[in-house]
């Protein structure tokens, strides 16, 4: 088992920056995807961007360049730097991590994993 937490959601205007953090905790497994999703009013959860054990990254067409994934092994933290944050960008956002059994590209799919955090808000104010 992992549990997931997730911080640093809140309101920002558009263009404006924020930074998720994720402190998991529990099961560690050498292979593994982790990523961020979203889900906004009415749509279905689709993912944000993603990272592998090897450090391999991914992202949605429609945050390449304004957002950045990363991770901080020593803390077991996962992070997601917004930049140029738009009115579109306003959703929940869910950590996630997989069991071991997807990687690189794979780690977009959101049926790679099992483990979520509860989610945090993030609102972008035009």
């Known amino acids: 088992q992992v549990q997931l937490v997730e911080s640093g959601g809140g309101s920002v205007q558009s263009g404006g920056s924020l930074r998720l953090s994720c402190a998991a905790s529990?099961?560690?497994?050498?292979?593994?995807?982790m990523g961020w999703f979203r889900q906004a009013p009415g749509k279905g959860r689709e993912a944000v961007a993603a990272?592998?054990?090897?450090?391999?990254?991914t992202y949605a067409d429609s945050v390449k360049g304004r957002f950045t994934i990363s991770q901080d092994n020593a803390k077991n933290t996962l992070n997601l730097q917004m930049n140029s944050l738009k009115p579109e960008d306003t959703a929940m956002y869910y950590c996630?991590?997989?069991?071991?059994?997807?990687?690189?590209?794979?780690?977009?799919?959101?049926?790679?994993?099992?483990?979520w955090g509860q989610g945090i808000q993030v609102t972008v104010s035009s």
């Open positions: 990272i592998d054990n090897n450090g391999y990254t």
């Open positions: 529990g099961y560690t497994y050498s292979r593994y995807c």
């Open positions: 996630a991590h997989d069991s071991g059994w997807y990687s690189g590209l794979g780690c977009m799919t959101i049926k790679a994993y099992n483990f």
